[in-house]
């Protein structure tokens, strides 16, 4: 990881995550001198939206995202629902999510999984707040709901066709890229990647998983994102930090964050 790149902004990250415990501040409080500037760290259920929300408060270059993600749908309660609402309202909350569909697995039912997504879109066009989409096995269900119920957004860790990735363009989305772009068998994500302008992509971790290559089965963390920034910008036509400066100012513009 080169010292050189500067302006590192990991639109999505888990530092919430019990693989963190052991020197999650540390690691935190490295992170300016590796040039990183900010990080949005993701809540997926009620739990760890607090937890994300309690780091926020206490890292000035970290910022917070709240919600549902779709493995957790099934534990989405009124009470929760009217805490994320309060959350939501915390100054460095910027976003909801991670929020979704995934169908990977069979539980939660498609149902529950799209009714909570619904719910969670209502209520980021009430707020008028972005949100962080997780999708999964289920990029059609997924357009549709978002055609019915418009935000603004990002589609996060992005593995899907080109195809997929224009019309969630077309909606306004922008794209995160992970680790996975860097992977030997990553056609698709390279060819979307390809695909979306410089001005629609953001970077990420998703960390402590997806580690880029050559981290692979190590810990994730925000420093690797140089890894796919390369790769990215390899695609693109331009530089590292190029790639890096365009994604920190569109995470910027999407979430309306302002560095310190």
């Not at 935190?28 to 040039?35: F, I, N, Q, V």
Request: charged share 25%; proline share 6%.
């Amino acid at each position: 990881m080169s010292a050189l790149i500067h302006g590192i902004f990991d639109s999505h990250a888990h530092y919430d995550d019990a693989r963190f415990d052991e020197d999650r501040d540390a690691l935190l409080s490295s992170l300016p001198g590796k040039g990183v500037c900010g990080i949005i760290d993701i809540g997926c259920d009620l739990e760890s939206s607090r937890k994300a929300v309690a780091l926020a408060e206490k890292y000035p270059y970290v910022w917070a995202a709240v919600g549902y993600h779709p493995e957790q749908a099934a534990l989405r309660t009124d009470e929760g629902v009217a805490e994320l609402r309060q959350l939501l309202s915390h100054p460095k909350v910027v976003a909801i999510g991670e929020i979704g569909l995934d169908y990977y697995w069979p539980e939660p039912d498609h149902e529950t999984q799209k009714r909570v997504l619904i719910e969670q879109l209502k209520l980021a066009r009430e707020l008028q707040k972005p949100v962080i989409l997780h999708v999964r096995d289920a990029s059609e269900d997924a357009l549709t709901i978002l055609k019915a119920h418009p935000v603004r957004g990002v589609m996060h860790c992005f593995s899907g066709s080109p195809e997929t990735a224009r019309e969630a363009l077309k909606l306004g989305l922008y794209i995160g890229f992970t680790g996975v772009l860097t992977f030997k068998n990553a056609r698709k994500p390279v060819e979307a990647c390809a695909a979306v302008p410089l001005d629609r992509l953001l970077l990420e971790t998703d960390c402590p998983y997806m580690a880029p290559t050559p981290y692979r089965g190590q810990r994730c963390w925000s420093p690797m994102i140089e890894q796919t920034a390369a790769r990215a910008a390899e695609i693109k036509g331009v530089s590292t930090q190029e790639l890096v400066n365009a994604a920190r100012e569109n995470t910027l513009s999407l979430f309306q964050i302002t560095l310190p």
